[in-house]
């Protein structure tokens, strides 16, 4: 424009008076400056964006919005690997062991095993003098000789009766003696075999022997030691030890706590294998038994009982060890830990599908070295959320507050 005003007279400048070359000089700056101006305008004009919006589940976010930098997507992958990781501990087979108390109060004399001993049934572990048991010895004795003076007595007066020299209401008496002496022994009798006993020998002397064979495990009984039958408190090691526990160290029982999300992958009947830290990589097989049927209120976990042999007696009780438990389910998708949430107890997560983040609910499984499975919900190959879950779930909330 200011060129088209110089064009039409080009000599009018030189030719004008200085007043006039003044105004035409002042007009041509304005319009430079107008010019200027709107070409400023023209370049710091905003571009145009495309704001976040929502609707239900799904968040709606440009590549250009700045919120898209706080998210970071990952791709769903498979779950190959069908093996559970827990911890686990050992104990002895319940099945196949006995904690050994006194029945008796009394004093130790002998004990007659050893640590890791082999025993049979019946064998005498230990002798305790107690005047319990010597008292149960006399009863007997008593009760066999008041056995023996009730027949005579009975016997004496039947004749008696037959010869018309005493009343038949003496004999019936007699009988009735010789009842209560019959009932009297066989009481005195059964609760001296209840301490495995006999009334040959009347010395207090009590034999503590094994009800069942195997090997000594745990011995905390010594010679001159007290006992009482009180000691077993209902037979809870927790509070008083027992004085001998015998069990078969070739069987132990393993005790897995898992968690809610571990059990649909449990079973009775499972493989599983065993690691201990003594023997590096080495393998021990073993097998599910019982899955618990109560959760602990405490820890939120279930007991799961496995049975393990232990023939070379390497594995030891209230050993530690790493549990493999091999499943029978199918691959399922595999995602970060962090990729999930919860909601009201539910797992959710979000699916990119372009700009759009939908919000799942998912049904997760194990977790494992920092991945859950995924067994409803999403698919291998889809591209899930792992930083920026808290964004999208605020802005789905701030639009289902209006």
């Not at 700009?355 to 409803?376: C, P, Q």
């Amino acid at each position: 424009m200011t060129q088209l005003l110089f064009q039409s007279n080009p000599h009018s400048a030189a030719s004008a008076s200085p007043s006039r070359r003044g105004e035409f000089l002042a007009t041509a700056g304005m319009l430079a400056v107008v010019l200027l101006a709107l070409g400023c305008h023209q370049q710091q004009k905003p571009e145009p964006t495309n704001p976040a919006k929502v609707e239900k589940d799904r968040v709606f976010l440009p590549d250009n919005d700045p919120q898209r930098k706080a998210l970071t997507v990952e791709t769903v992958t498979e779950h190959k690997v069908n093996t559970l990781h827990l911890t686990g501990r050992l104990l002895w087979d319940e099945e196949a062991t006995v904690r050994v108390f006194s029945p008796v109060a009394g004093r130790v004399t002998a004990v007659d095993v050893v640590l890791g001993q082999a025993i049979a049934p019946g064998t005498v572990l230990a002798r305790v003098s107690s005047p319990d048991f010597g008292q149960a010895q006399a009863d007997v004795r008593k009760a066999n000789a008041d056995l023996i003076l009730a027949e005579r007595s009975l016997r004496r007066l039947r004749e008696l009766v037959a010869h018309g020299a005493a009343p038949a209401k003496d004999a019936e008496s007699a009988e009735d003696a010789l009842a209560a002496a019959q009932a009297e022994k066989e009481r005195a009798t059964a609760r001296l075999s209840l301490y495995g006993g006999t009334a040959e020998v009347l010395d207090g002397l009590f034999p503590l022997r094994a009800p069942i064979g195997g090997t000594v495990v745990e011995r905390n009984v010594n010679p001159g030691q007290e006992v009482r039958p009180d000691q077993m408190l209902g037979n809870v090691p927790q509070v008083f030890s027992p004085l001998l526990t015998i069990s078969d160290p070739t069987r132990l029982w393993l005790i897995v706590d898992a968690t809610e999300l571990d059990m649909s992958l449990l079973k009775s009947g499972q493989e599983i294998h065993l690691h201990a830290k003594p023997y590096g990589d080495r393998e021990f097989p073993g097998r599910l038994d019982v899955i618990g049927d109560a959760l602990d209120p405490a820890t939120r976990t279930v007991k799961v009982r496995g049975r393990v042999p232990n023939p070379d007696r390497l594995l030891k009780a209230e050993m530690y060890v790493a549990v493999d438990i091999l499943t029978d389910l199918p691959p399922t998708a595999e995602v970060s830990t962090k990729a999930v949430f919860l909601k009201l107890n539910q797992a959710y997560v979000f699916v990119e599908n372009g700009a759009w983040f939908e919000r799942r609910l998912v049904r997760t499984g194990a977790e494992n070295d920092s991945k859950i499975a995924v067994l409803e919900g999403v698919k291998v190959g889809e591209r899930v959320v792992t930083e920026g879950c808290l964004l999208l779930q605020t802005l789905i909330e701030s639009r289902t507050d209006r």
